[in-house]
């Protein structure tokens, strides 16, 4: 996050200084609506962040026994307030020196390096209070409700999602239809009206004044709910995530008739005809995920990155839907496979040495499949069906770009246990209180998704566009080595030139091939290696389970 303050900072600096003569000249002019509003997103974002931050990674304190019986609540949450708010105050810290200097620099306001740092230090200390009171009565909520604990991984996805969502209509106007403006109404926004003061830009005195006191309430009655409700929640005893097992009495005694792991991943059900074993491997696998999803943040990454190409893509060229179909054939099957067998041996644990002797290697493999073809084919199916028909793609290309995800979500999940197997990781790494969580090894995530996606996305290309992909190929083997080879020879002729033609006269080749052999021969390729590299993947990570020593 803080990395991503630093070109904005930047930018906002070189812009100061080119065009500083030219703002000046423009003399006196309102604060835009525009303004207001971007202050009340970077709010409503902190408010999120500081929410997530309180609710999921720092619910508890360190030592909690001894600290709470040192010291009173009061005390705790004072400090906790000063910690989170000096770490936001963090982040802004360079912005904020940029806007001072930089205000002053252009209107030469001696105000402006008072009220610009009070103006961001009400902005982070209000943004972290209303987030510790959100976060504490989520906290609260999961600890005090059954239902809410049972099933908290799925309702904060939905959560994450839903605010993502809102954050995204405001910030990219293509999408939503609305912008920053939208939100000037709201009265946190008026910190931008305590900013200018003393500058040429003209904004509301009174709402500067307002905002000062009404940040001033906030703090103090948010502080009094905060230490309310960490008081409630640090003093009760949770409550359990898991349906209580009722007892069948029989004649011949008493007979356990719940099933511990089909409750504690309840939703989610997995077929009952699936062999009790590697049912039972599946159940574990889902149960670990659902316990500790944050280790599937490193997962995250990729399809962060790649999907916001995509959007920005999209939104550019006017055609969003049209390439969300193709990108959800591609990447949700990468998802489905890394999501609950990127790292078994890891996930095992302490136990693994018994998993490894009371378990055939085909059952363990079959078990970690199991989640990712029974979720995410679903998953896959729904989802990318659904996108396509929203780009107007005919029934033939649908079903085709339909065919793609699936063929893709079997070949991920069977390469996921090979590969997180063959590049196990056991040491663990610290998320917020956490300190047992073992993530996939970022080496295993990065081939894993290359592998999968590469070849899925060419595929699907080659379903919508065969044309398009021919130049592809023509490209990656033909004309892109030419260029580089003629790039090194640097006129200087010899073998160099030589290969640097050869391939140049490839790359025509290729593109001289009839569209429809390319497209049967192309496709028929990838689907026979997609069948290959799936059973291998799944021969390999049973060898490797059977003949695995863990390390001591």
């Known amino acids: 996050m803080g990395a991503g303050l630093l070109f904005p900072s930047l930018a906002f600096a070189g812009f100061v200084y080119i065009f500083a003569d030219a703002i000046r000249d423009a003399g006196s002019f309102a604060l835009p609506p525009f303004a207001r509003g971007t202050v009340a997103v970077i709010w409503l974002f902190g408010v999120f962040v500081a929410t997530q931050r309180v609710a999921s990674a720092r619910p508890r304190i360190d030592a909690e026994p001894l600290i ?172 359990s995530g898991h349906e209580e097992t009722t007892l069948e009495s029989t004649g011949s005694g008493t007979e356990e008739t719940t099933d511990w792991l089909a409750d504690s991943i309840r939703p989610l059900v997995l077929p009952s005809k699936i062999p009790r074993p590697m049912r039972r ?146 040491s663990a790494i610290s998320i917020g209180q956490s300190r047992e969580v073992i993530p996939p090894r970022l080496f295993t995530t990065g081939i894993h998704f290359i592998s999968t996606t590469v070849p899925a996305g060419f595929l699907a290309l080659l379903v919508i566009n065969p044309e398009l992909a021919r130049a592809v190929v023509a490209g990656v083997v033909g004309y892109l080595p030419a260029i580089l080879l003629q790039l090194i020879a640097s006129g200087d002729g010899g073998l160099l030139i030589s290969g640097a033609m050869w391939f140049g006269d490839l790359g025509t080749r290729v593109q001289g091939i009839d569209i429809d052999l390319f497209r049967r021969t192309a496709g028929g390729l990838l689907l026979l290696g997609g069948i290959l590299v799936a059973v291998l993947s799944y021969q390999l990570a049973v060898r490797r389970f059977e003949r695995y020593s863990p390390p001591m």
């Open 281 to 426: 491997v599946a159940q574990w696998s889902v149960l670990k995920t659902r316990r500790d999803p944050r280790r599937l943040n490193f997962l995250l990454l990729p399809v962060v990155m790649l999907g916001s190409v995509f959007i920005s893509s999209g939104i550019q060229s006017g055609s969003l839907w049209s390439l969300l179909g193709p990108a959800c054939a591609a990447v949700l099957p990468w998802v489905a496979g890394a999501t609950f067998a990127m790292n078994p041996f890891g996930d095992e644990g302490a136990v693994l040495p018994v998993t490894l002797l009371s378990l055939p290697g085909s059952t363990y493999v079959r078990g970690l499949m199991i989640p990712g073809i029974v979720f995410g084919l679903t998953l896959v199916t729904l989802t990318t069906g659904i996108t396509m028909f929203a780009g107007s793609y005919g029934p033939v290309t649908v079903y085709g770009i339909v065919g793609v995800g699936l063929l893709s979500t079997l070949v991920a999940v069977a390469t996921a246990p090979a590969v997180g197997m063959w590049f196990p990781r056991f």
């Open 68 to 239: 709470l019986t040192t010291v009173s609540a009061r005390t705790v949450v004072g400090g906790l307030f000063v910690a989170e708010t000096l770490r936001v105050l963090a982040y802004l810290g360079l912005p904020t020196l940029v806007l001072t200097v930089g205000s002053a620099y252009l209107f030469g306001s001696i105000a402006s390096i008072l009220v610009i740092p009070m103006a961001a230090i009400l902005l982070a200390v209000t943004a972290v209070v209303v987030g510790m009171v959100l976060g504490y009565a989520v906290a609260l909520l999961v600890a005090t409700s059954p239902f809410v604990a049972r099933h908290k991984t799925v309702l904060g996805g939905v959560a994450a999602i839903a605010a993502m969502a809102v954050y995204l209509l405001v910030t990219l106007p293509q999408v939503g239809g609305i912008d920053q403006a939208a939100l000037a109404w709201v009265p946190i926004g008026w910190l931008a009206d305590l900013a200018v003061i003393g500058t040429s830009v003209q904004g509301s005195l009174i709402r500067a004044t307002s905002i000062v006191f009404g940040s001033v309430a906030i703090v103090v009655l948010g502080g009094v709910l905060v230490e309310r409700e960490a008081t409630r929640l640090w003093f009760t005893d949770p409550v």
